[in-house]
């Protein structure tokens, strides 16, 4: 595994797969960008990152949009075990700007069963912003509970937990650089 070379030492060990190395998500943020640069032309946008996992998708989409753009984060839990949620959401942290009449893209690291993004997207709608889409990263087609439209996807992985580029396993490993998948000792199995 060449791209191991990019992981830090402290991390190395616990890396069982690389799934997308971080040129891989560099050129796919750049297409999706484009994409958003099309079709929001003329117009502006503000990105709604969930936080924590977004912040990485976040940065790299922002910067490389050419259009006017706006960001504000929210953050949210989600009941349930820990590789799974139920669906119901308490917000953490609300959104500063008011998106009535808006075009809101939200911007999110990964899509699992769907039913936190569900629960955001009723939320946002009833705002009445102008638009309201959504761009994951990534998501797991198999593992959906509810119908979503997602209307910019990154990679489809399969049902796997992963880490990385924002992704976390009990708060670590979200600087690694890449997406990848971690050895099951390291989850004291
Ligand atoms: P959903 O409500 O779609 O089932 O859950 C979405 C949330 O679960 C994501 O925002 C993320 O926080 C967490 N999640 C789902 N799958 C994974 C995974 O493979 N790795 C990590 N680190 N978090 C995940």
Redesign the pocket.
Known sequence: MAELASVPNVHRDDIEDILIDADRLESRLVELAGRIDEDYAGREVLLVG?LK?AFFVMADLARRLTIRSQVDFMACS?YGSAT??SGVVRILKDLDTDIEGRDVLIV??????????DYLMKNLRSRRPASLEILSLLT?PTRREVDLPIRYVGFEVPDV???GYG???AENYRGLPCIATLKPEVYGG
């Open positions: 969930v996992g989600s799974s949620s999110e690291d990964i899509v699992d069963s769907g039913l936190t993004l797991k937990f992963v880490v992704l976390d396993y």
